[in-house]
C-alpha cells in the first residue's frame, strides 16, 4: 500500500529523471488503475485517506504529509506536469468509483485543485477543471454549493491573479463551459460579481465574459437563448 501511495502516484511522474523506475512506476500505475476499476470492491474496502494526502500534497509543491506510518515528507519545490496529471487522474478515478469516500475530504483536495488553474500547462488546466467539475456535479444536496464555492474560488482567484484573468480567463470559462451547462456557469459567475464591492475589478471580469459571449462558437446556443 505504502510503496504504489508514494513510488506510483507520485515517483512516477519524474519525467525529468525517466530512468528504469519511472517506466516500472508508471506501467504499474496504470495496471494498478485499470485493476481498481475492475474490481470495485477493493475500492469499495479501502482506506484512502493515507492515499489522499500523499496525492494532494503532490500538486502542491513544499507540502508536507504523512504516510501510514506517521513518518513525515515534503514534496517536490518543482512537481512535474506527469506527476500533476497522475495525481489529478487518480483523484478523479477514486470520485468515479467512490464517491462518498472522496466528498469526506472534499475541503482538502478542492483549494489544492482549484489552484491548479494557475498552472502553466494547458493539459494540466484542462484536466483540473474536469475533475472540479465532476465535483462540482454529484445531483445531491450538495451539488449547488459545491459549484457555487468552485466559481466563487475561481472569481478570487481571477482576482488575486491579474495576469492570469487576462490571459487564461477566456480559455479557462469556455474549458468549463464542455462540462457544465454555460447558462449556469455565467449566471452564477453574474450572481457573484453582483455582490463584489470592487468596482474595477468586477467591470473588468463582466468585460472579459462579454467578450467570450460574443465571440466563441460553444457559446452559440447561449447567444441565442
Known sequence: KQWYQRRVAITAGDENNKTENFDTAMKTKQKLLVLLTETPETLQSMNISDMMNVLVAHIQPNSVYTDATGREY???????????MAVLQWILMLHTHVPVKINVHYDTIFPAVIATLS?????????????????????????????????????????????????????????????????????????????????????LVVQYLNWILLTSTSLLPLRQT
Open 119 to 203: 498552472d502553466v500547462n494547458d493539459e494540466v488546466v484542462l484536466f483540473s477543471i474536469k475533475l472540479l467539475s465532476s465535483l462540482c456535479i454529484q445531483h445531491n444536496e450538495r451539488d449547488q454549493t459545491n459549484f457555487e464555492s468552485f466559481m466563487e474560488s475561481l472569481v478570487t482567484l481571477f482576482k488575486e491573479d491579474e495576469k492570469l484573468l487576462e490571459k487564461r480567463c477566456s480559455f479557462i470559462i469556455q474549458a468549463l463551459c464542455q462540462h457544465i451547462d454555460c447558462e449556469k456557469v455565467f449566471c452564477t459567475l453574474a450572481s457573484i460579481l453582483g455582490k463584489k464591492e470592487e468596482v474595477g475589478f468586477t467591470a
Open 74 to 84: 515534503k514534496s517536490p519545490a518543482m512537481i512535474s506536469v506527469t506527476t500533476k
